[in-house]
């Protein structure tokens, strides 16, 4: 199955262009070569709760991705606000992806321990947080990788519950 996937920048300077977008490009090779997944949607906007969630919805329902993949905006600094944009949209939460992108990433880096992300169903897409530097989103990312495709077959309805 090729799952389709947008990709979501939460970042003031990449939105106004003064800085590269290298996170995504680390999400887009992971994307296609992990979980052969195709792009659907990729855009970046500024640390704006309003705009993460209009974008959000719009790749969940117009772009009906099976997955939606954000960088940025999980720490803890004062404008990073994507978890709570995300909490917004979201049908339920996840924990445990979360849970296990810390654990995962923990033994590399202590700071690790900081991350906000939240995981969530918005109908039947998967929407992730990852934070926003290159290293940290191939860390998490891979963390949970083997587990993506089990996760989307339960949400397109592709797989049982049980399945193993």
Same mark, same amino acid.
């Given at each position: 199955?090729?799952?389709?996937?947008? +990709?979501?920048?939460?970042?003031?300077?990449?939105?106004?262009?003064?800085?590269?977008?290298?996170?995504?490009?680390?999400?887009?090779? +992971?994307?296609?070569?992990? +979980?052969?997944?195709?792009?659907?949607?990729?855009?970046?906007?500024?640390? $704006?709760?309003?705009?993460? &969630?209009?974008?959000?919805?719009?790749?969940?329902?117009?772009?009906?991705?099976? =997955?939606?993949?954000?960088?940025?905006?999980?720490? +803890?600094?004062?404008?990073?606000?994507?978890?709570?944009?995300?909490?917004?949209? &979201?049908?339920?939460?996840?924990?445990?992806?979360?849970?296990?992108?810390?654990m995962g990433t923990l033994?590399?880096?202590?700071?690790?321990?900081?991350?906000r992300s939240i995981c969530?169903?918005?109908g039947s897409s998967l929407?992730?947080? =990852?934070?926003?530097?290159?290293?940290?989103?191939?860390?998490?990312?891979?963390?949970?990788?083997?587990?993506?495709?089990?996760?989307?077959?339960?949400?397109?309805?592709?797989?049982? $519950?049980?399945?193993?």
């Open positions: 199955m090729q799952w389709k996937v947008a +990709l979501l920048t939460a970042s003031d300077k990449g939105s106004r262009g003064e800085r590269e977008d290298t996170s995504a490009q680390v999400i887009r090779e +992971l994307v296609e070569e992990e +979980l052969g997944g195709v792009i659907v949607d990729y855009r970046i906007v500024p640390d $704006e709760q309003d705009e993460i &969630i209009a974008a959000i919805i719009e790749m969940t329902e117009y772009y009906q991705a099976d =997955l939606v993949l954000t960088t940025g905006g999980t720490g +803890l600094a004062p404008r990073d606000i994507t978890p709570e944009a995300t909490l917004k949209v &979201i049908d339920k939460q996840v924990p445990g992806l979360a849970e296990a992108m810390r033994q590399k880096s202590r700071r690790a321990m900081l991350s969530g169903i918005r929407i992730i947080n =990852l934070p926003g530097s290159p290293k940290g989103v191939h860390e998490c990312l891979m963390a949970i990788m083997d587990q993506l495709p089990h996760a989307l077959g339960i949400l397109s309805g592709q797989l049982g $519950e049980h399945n193993e």
